[in-house]
């Protein structure tokens, strides 16, 4: 039998262990365990897409204490791309969208680059109207990301600008349902210094603005 079926002794077992496991998401985790160390490819992916499937309720109840490191970095990719576009990414280094509200501020530049730019000097503003006093700097990125500090600067060399057109401003971000909620920070900076600004705590959205009343202008706006 080994000889001339060993192909089909070895699925017949594979196919007992994986039967044996049920719906027992415990069982599937100790035969992914059992099927990397015998180099049991095939029963190796079917248990590792079960562990994905059930990753949320085993790792809230510590199950995955029990793989080796090397499987467990496995399994944390697997998740990773798997639930790709419902896992927030950090902020640092996305691009992302830049508008202002209600008008711009056309004596700045308002574009991306000029706000990531680090030279602070020619930024983004936007002014007030009659209908809507205040002012808005928006980013919005192209999918939920995280963001734990900005980084915020102003050294603007055209109009009357200067740090007292930014500070007093509020950092907001647009929540699930649709509404601007304030992020707990008031911003303020210096002339001429990038100011890091930790957040009290992780903000998870799609979009961020800035706002103050009347007008508002930046030379530099990174989020982290």
């Given at each position: 039998l ?15 262990a994986?039967?044996g496991?049920g ?10 365990v059992?099927a990397?160390?015998l180099?049991?490819d095939r029963?190796?992916q079917?248990?590792?897409r ?16 029990v793989?080796p490191?090397?499987l467990?970095t496995e399994?944390l990719?697997e998740v ?6 419902l ?5 640092k ?16 530049d ?15 503003g ?10 808005c700097l928006v ?6 990301v995280?963001?734990?500090r900005i980084r915020i600067?102003v050294?603007l060399t055209?109009g009357?600008f200067d740090?007292?057109?930014l500070n007093g ?7 699930k ?6 992020a707990g920070v008031s911003?303020?900076?210096?002339d ?10 992780i903000?998870?959205?799609?979009a961020?603005r ?5 007008r ?9």
């Open positions: 080994q000889l001339h079926d060993a192909f089909g002794l070895r699925l017949a077992c594979e196919v007992a994986e039967t496991a719906d027992d998401e415990n069982a599937f985790l100790t035969l992914l059992q990397h160390q180099g049991a029963l190796k079917r248990a590792m079960m562990t994905v499937h059930h990753f949320k309720e085993l790792a809230l109840k510590g199950a995955l204490e793989l490191g090397s467990l399994v990719r990773a791309i798997e639930y790709d576009r896992l927030p990414s950090a902020a280094g996305l691009r992302w969208d830049l508008s202002m509200v209600p008008v711009p501020d056309s004596r700045l308002n574009t991306y680059e000029a706000v990531t730019s680090p030279d602070l000097s020619c930024g983004a936007a002014c007030g109207t009659a209908g809507c006093s205040e002012a980013a919005t990125f192209q999918q939920p995280r963001v734990r600067g050294d055209c009357d740090a007292a057109r401003s509020k950092l907001q971000y647009l929540t349902g649709g509404t601007w909620q304030d911003v303020s900076a210096d001429h210094v990038v100011r890091e600004i930790e957040l009290p705590q903000l998870v959205g799609t961020f800035l706002v103050r009343r009347q508002l202008a930046v030379g530099l706006l990174a989020f982290e």
